[in-house]
């Protein structure tokens, strides 16, 4: 994971993202349901009401609201909110297995809501694959043939598809049981046949819809930790939808908040739990042990004339739990630097307030 921070939690507008290299831009993004549903994202007066009041003018439910981000390539974003907020409608807009009603998706520079179907079977073939919550494993068939299904539906030569779905058996933990049913594996190996069946195809890009809800604690934390690993050999662009914040820190380069539709905040975990854009998002943050989330660039403050300045030198982006005894063992507040540059410096007083809030 990449550990990029910054002081502002200012919400990303539209106007404010890159998206010239982007794996996926998301622009304006609208899907309501109801009658004459494509009014609402059209009429400003409309698209500014809250949910309810909408539902009651108009019979229509907006479940995404003008939404716009951008994945980079490589980057794992998170899409986190309570039952209800949207995040599981927004994942399958990606792909359009529900149709959106406004706005603009591309997956690496392609328009999806300008694609054919045959475009369309093509991306989900090739470019994107998707895992979901329920496994949605062939029950008659065996590991390797469930692992290897996509490969058969692209029409690949059977010798083919059957190594391929060897190397990703072995890169997810499963080698040995390629023989074996799903109803002969636990929760945790059944997902872990349902991610080697997305990987299988090479996509650029991996869908993962609440992935682990349904798995014991212990399991999940399992495959979190399987997703970190995957990542960092493989460094699939992936898209992750969760209501667990625990889950969205420790697997998210970036999160996106919702909240009935619409975006509420979007940044790191840091910028999410150090300046929180509003109560929604504070209410969200308040239990997180602030030290393991922040790191020093958020709590370095400029050097005073009276600070000695030859003792260690830490980075910017470690975190405050990891500097909490260096500084506190330290006779003088330590440098933060990068690159050579002196950004600030770190003391017990610094420290130590992190670590009370924790």
């Not at 009041?53 to 939404?67: F, I, P, Q, S, Y």
């Not at 909110?81 to 406004?102: D, F, H, M, N, W």
């Not at 328009?111 to 090739?126: F, Q």
């Not at 060897?166 to 080698?175: A, F, K, N, P």
Request: net charge negative; charged share 30%.
């Amino acid at each position: 994971m990449t550990a990029t921070t910054a002081r502002s939690g200012t919400p990303e507008r539209a106007d404010d993202l890159p998206g010239g290299d982007a794996d996926i831009s998301v622009r304006n993004l609208w899907k309501v349901f109801g009658p004459k549903a494509d009014r609402v994202p059209a009429d400003p007066e409309l698209a500014a009401l809250p949910r309810a009041e909408l539902k009651e003018r108009t019979g229509c439910l907006a479940a995404v609201c003008d939404l716009s981000f951008d994945v980079e390539p490589g980057q794992v974003f998170v899409v986190m909110g309570l039952s209800g907020s949207g995040k599981s409608t927004l994942v399958r807009c990606l792909t359009r297995l529900i149709e959106p009603t406004a706005g603009e998706v591309l997956i690496q520079g392609r328009n999806i809501r300008e694609a054919d179907d045959k475009a369309l079977r093509e991306l989900r073939r090739h470019q994107v694959s998707m895992v979901f919550q329920h496994f949605g494993l062939l029950p008659h068939r065996r590991v390797i043939d469930n692992v290897a299904y996509g490969l058969e539906i692209r029409g690949e030569k059977k010798t083919d598809r059957l190594a391929r779905a060897h190397e990703v058996i072995d890169l997810v933990g499963l080698s040995g049981f390629e023989n074996s049913l799903p109803r002969q594996l636990s929760g945790g190996m059944q997902q872990r046949v349902g991610l080697a069946r997305a990987l299988a195809g090479d996509p650029g890009v991996l869908l993962f819809d609440e992935p682990f809800s349904a798995l014991d604690p212990l399991i999940r934390r399992d495959m979190q930790n399987e997703v970190i690993r995957l990542h960092r050999e493989v460094g699939k662009t992936m898209v992750f939808i969760t209501h667990d914040l625990s889950e969205a820190l420790k697997l998210g380069d970036r999160i996106l908040i919702m909240r009935d539709g619409r975006q509420v905040q979007l940044g790191t975990g840091a910028e999410l739990v150090g300046a929180p854009a509003d109560e929604y998002v504070r209410d969200f943050v308040h239990e997180v042990p602030k030290a393991n989330v922040l790191t020093l660039r958020w709590i370095m403050r400029p050097p005073e004339p009276d600070d000695t300045l030859d003792g260690p030198e830490l980075g910017p982006d470690v975190l405050v739990k990891d500097a909490v005894r260096a500084v506190l063992e330290a006779n003088a507040p330590l440098k933060v630097v990068d690159d050579g540059e002196l950004l600030g410096v770190v003391g017990d007083a610094e420290v130590l307030g992190v670590v009370a809030e924790s």
